[in-house]
Every structure is written in C-alpha cells, then in structure tokens.
C-alpha cells in the first residue's frame, strides 16, 4: 500500500537554530512529495513540492526539502527556525495507479514549536 | 481574494440529525475535495469531484453524500450524524487532479453529541 510517514509526532527547537520535520514516503513509480503547513484554527497551506531534477527544493518562509530516493525520504529543513514557524506540518504524496489516482494522501502530520 | 469558502464554521449535531456542509472557490479550478482531520490521523479523503458533474469515494466515504452543484460549489451532506463523524471538515480545490497544489478552506469544526 502507497503511505507517507512522518515519524515524530512533535519537534521542538530553539527559536535561530537549524529545523528538520521528517518525512518518508512509500509510493509507486517516481514519487512526487509535499510539504504542507497549518497553522491553528486554519486550513493547509501549501508550502513546496518536488517533481523532478534538484534534489533540494526550495519554498515559502525560508523553508526547503530534501528529497532522497536511496532513503525514500523527503525532510522539510530551515537553516534558522523563527517562533512564528510553530504550526502543524503534513508530508503528502499522490496515489498512484486504481481509482484515486492524483489524490494527496497526507502523513499524520507533525507539530512543530519553536521556543525564544 | 476569498479562495476557497466553507461555511459554516462551527456546528454542533445530536445523534441522528442531518447537515449540509458548504464549499465554495472562485479560483475557476477543476477539482475539488473534502477531507476530514482528526487527531493524530492527518487528513483522510472523503470524497472528490476530479471535474463538474463527477464525483468519487475517497479513503472514508460512509456516512456522507456529495453534490458538485456547479464547478464552484461541491458540497458535503450527513444524513444521519453519528459521534464518529466529530471531526473538522475541510474543502479543497486544484486546477486539475493530480500534482497540483491544493488550495484550502479555513474548516468546519462539528460535533455530534
């Protein structure tokens, strides 16, 4: 079955220091991932994707992924983490193949917070 | 810039009691979706509509109905409410099915007593 993890449930960092939310994926054929954000009381927003060619994707608010086929991962990163970057991130992948094809499946998500 | 709309925001149901969830975008997008969240499960497909006049099941379907009325409007109905469907709702719209970025509405926050 095609699925997306995100292995922590909560990451907590220091407001200026280096972020990573983790994220791995198991899909059919060339994956296409990702990164989503939702802040309290609000829908997703979007925030990058990785179709092909670089491996470093680059989105909003400073944030970037990494996408890793020998890992089967794809980790959202942030050189400097600011406390208005706490919010709830989800991973997301397109199912491939059977009658949902295209349609997002979503990891659990993972709370980030950072502190001043 | 209104996007996406849902309304309403906030609903609370008894047991047994029916309720149409409402959605609307004005961004002329193809598609449209509606998911529901709950704690720890991240978000799960209930249905969606790839273009007006088509509608599919998605990952959660039972319990719920949809009607794609326009290409604007898709909304979600509960015909018989049950503590199990205490969730928050959310609508989403794309250009077209697959590999595009969804854009979202702000959710529906119901309980069902």
């Known amino acids: 079955a095609q699925s997306v993890a995100q292995p922590e449930d909560q990451v907590n960092v220091a407001e200026g220091n280096p972020l990573t939310v983790k994220c791995t994926y198991s899909v059919s054929g060339n994956p296409y991932l990702f990164w989503y954000v939702q802040y309290p009381n609000r829908g997703l927003q979007f925030l990058l994707k990785?179709?092909?060619?670089?491996?470093l994707v680059k989105g909003s608010y400073g944030f970037e992924a990494e996408f890793n086929k020998s890992q089967t991962s794809f980790h959202l990163k942030k050189p400097s983490a600011l406390v208005s970057d706490s919010a709830l991130y989800f991973c997301?992948?397109?199912?491939?193949?059977?009658?949902?094809?295209?349609?997002?499946?979503f990891g659990k998500g993972t709370k980030l917070s950072v502190k001043p | 810039n209104a996007g996406v709309t849902q309304t309403p925001k906030f609903q609370v149901l008894k047991t047994g009691q029916s309720m149409t969830l409402q959605c609307a975008q004005d961004m002329n997008h193809n598609s449209m979706y509606w998911y529901r969240q709950d704690p720890g499960m991240g978000l799960r497909l209930i249905y969606y509509?790839?273009?007006?006049?088509?509608?599919d099941k998605g990952e959660v379907p039972n319990g719920y109905n949809v009607s794609r009325l326009n290409k604007r409007e898709f909304s979600l109905r509960l015909e018989s409410a049950a503590p199990s469907q205490t969730s928050v709702y959310f609508c989403?719209?794309?250009?077209?099915?697959?590999?595009?970025?969804?854009?979202f509405g702000s959710g529906t926050q119901l309980s069902v007593l």
């Open positions: 990785y179709i092909t060619g670089d491996n």
């Open positions: 989403a719209s794309s250009t077209i099915p697959t590999n595009e970025k969804l854009f």
């Open positions: 997301a992948a397109p199912i491939r193949g059977g009658g949902s094809q295209g349609n997002l499946i």
């Open positions: 509509s790839a273009s007006e006049g088509t509608t």
